[in-house]
């Protein structure tokens, strides 16, 4: 009997057991099924309907990764890096060195590489993403990072020290490349490739500067030089729209479709400030206003002295490049004896400007446009633009362009000369825009305008109705290529001062907005 009541109460506990456990597998199952489900459907949505699920309560935190990672290409780059690196220090030394000698600050009497070693560490590629695929084009964002040993050591010269050698340590790279690949139905299958730094997220280039066998301050001020040499190098050749193309694989290509071209006419007025940091310690700060799209070619109003509401109501023509990216910036100075000093400075996007329509807008000045680093964050007062913005057609582009390099090849004989001392040297004069009427001879003499400095015509004039200046710098990896305008070369410096760009005359050297 206790047999049987055993056998019978064990088979029902088991038939139970296999039962309830079925049913948990099924219910797990279907439970798992569901979640997959619901996080497919999740995975599916997109920030703006996440908003809308979640209204007031979206969580910040949640991102959308736009990168895949390429840990394969960071190994392969690593065993690369060798024949890489060797190869580049030649290319490098050969694309920048002149750049170095284009770009640097009339403080500076040469620069030059005195070393140049990349290092044993590799970059590392923390993410790609293809932006776009168009017929016959691939263009991909990388995310690139490099917090490499290098060794580069750069050999200043100034008129007061013969030469002093300074060391980059610590170099640290973050940005972002945007890599154009063009194709062709030939091996290897793609004729030219075009590079470049976006310029949102800003790049950011970190280092410290120590002088080898001296003291930074036998040449006071070097570290900003450096510095601004540095930044105006990256933002005026490398930082899109501006752009490095290079042809490939020996195939005849046409690359004037892949390279920067003038893409618009800014038309700026400096009305007048308002309320400007008086900087003197007697009397009040002497005014002007310094213009520009690219740090190369920049224009300045005449001077207002004793005047911390100052009126100008001069204007400039300026080159546009790329209206989306490209900025105006607007920089107040001080005239002071020795260096000027900075009242403040603005920024204007050129995509808030409507094209065929004059605007005026008030702008507030600021420290510096990269507030993070300044303390000081009082009040600097507004300063008054009028803005007028024409998009090129076909035929005005492609003459602007052509005047470009007859611009840039005039001040590579100025150079020459004596007359400047590099590219970064303003002119005295006057100046327009280009396609303004624009002409070159080499007798120095002008219709209305000429370039005379100490009786010297240097064998190169600029004529025309008005003269601007622009240009491009060449590597040998490509053509750094970017278009912009300078304005105007005019009156004597004052009081012995070292003014950081063009001088003008009373009327702005061109012609108000239409």
């Not at 400039?316 to 002071?336: P, Y």
């Given at each position: ?239 899109w729209p501006h752009r490095i193309v ?242 105007h070369l005019s009156s004597s410096r ?21």
């Amino acid at each position: 009997m206790g047999l049987t009541s055993g056998l019978f109460i064990g088979t029902a506990v088991g038939v139970a057991l296999m039962f309830g456990w079925s049913y948990m597998m099924r219910y797990r199952s279907t439970k798992r099924i569901s979640k997959a489900m619901d996080i497919k459907l999740l995975g599916s949505l997109d920030r703006n309907d996440l908003k809308k699920i979640c209204g007031d309560n979206f969580p910040e935190w949640i991102s959308f990764p736009a990168f895949e990672q390429a840990k394969w290409l960071n190994k392969q780059l690593s065993k690369l890096w060798p024949f890489v690196a060797e190869a580049a220090t030649a290319v490098i030394k050969e694309s920048v060195e002149p750049l170095l000698e284009d770009y640097r600050p009339p403080g500076i009497t040469s620069l030059k590489f005195g070393k140049l070693s990349l290092g044993t560490v590799a970059p590392k590629i923390e993410g790609i993403r293809v932006q776009s695929l168009k017929e016959g084009q691939i263009t991909m964002d990388i995310d690139f990072r490099w917090g490499g040993d290098p060794s580069i050591i750069l050999a200043v010269q100034t008129a007061l020290v013969a030469s002093i050698p300074i060391q980059l340590k610590d170099l640290q790279v973050f940005t972002i490349v945007r890599v154009i690949f063009q194709l062709a139905d030939e091996i290897p299958c793609i004729s030219a490739v075009v590079a470049a730094l976006l310029s949102e997220p800003k790049p950011r280039i970190d280092y410290t500067l120590k002088a080898v066998g001296g003291s930074l301050t036998a040449i006071p001020g070097i570290s900003d030089m450096i510095d601004d040499t540095v930044n105006s190098i990256v933002t005026d050749t490398l930082q899109w729209p501006h752009r490095i193309v290079v042809p490939l694989g020996g195939i005849p290509v046409d690359t004037s479709e892949l390279e920067l071209k003038p893409q618009g006419k800014l038309t700026v007025t400096v009305v007048r400030a308002n309320d400007l940091k008086n900087m003197e310690m007697i009397g009040k700060s002497d005014p002007y206003v310094v213009v520009y799209i690219r740090p190369l070619f920049k224009v300045k109003t005449k001077v207002i002295d004793d005047n911390l509401n100052p009126v100008w109501d001069q204007t400039f023509n300026l080159i546009a490049e790329d209206k989306e990216t490209q900025s105006l910036i607007i920089e107040v100075f001080d005239e002071d004896i020795g260096q000027d000093k900075r009242l403040g400075t603005a920024k204007l996007p050129l995509i808030e400007l409507e094209a065929e329509t004059v605007t005026e807008v008030d702008l507030r000045l600021l420290p510096s446009l990269d507030m993070l680093k300044i303390k000081d964050k009082k009040d600097r007062g507004t300063v008054t633009l009028k803005v007028f913005y024409h998009e090129f057609n076909k035929e005005e582009q492609l003459a602007a362009l052509e005047e470009e390099k007859q611009i840039l090849e005039a001040r590579k004989k100025l150079k020459e000369a004596g007359v400047i001392g590099s590219t970064m040297d303003a002119l005295d004069g006057a100046a327009s825009l280009v396609g303004s009427g624009v002409g070159m001879v080499g007798t120095g003499i002008g219709a209305g305008v000429g370039l005379v400095g100490s009786g010297i015509g240097a064998g190169v004039g600029l004529v025309g109705s008005g003269l601007g200046a622009v240009g491009s710098g060449l590597g040998k990896a490509g053509r750094f290529m970017g278009r912009s305008i300078t304005g105007h070369l005019s009156s004597s410096r004052r009081n012995g001062s070292t003014n950081p760009v063009n001088d003008t005359p009373e009327n702005g050297g061109s012609h108000p907005p239409q």
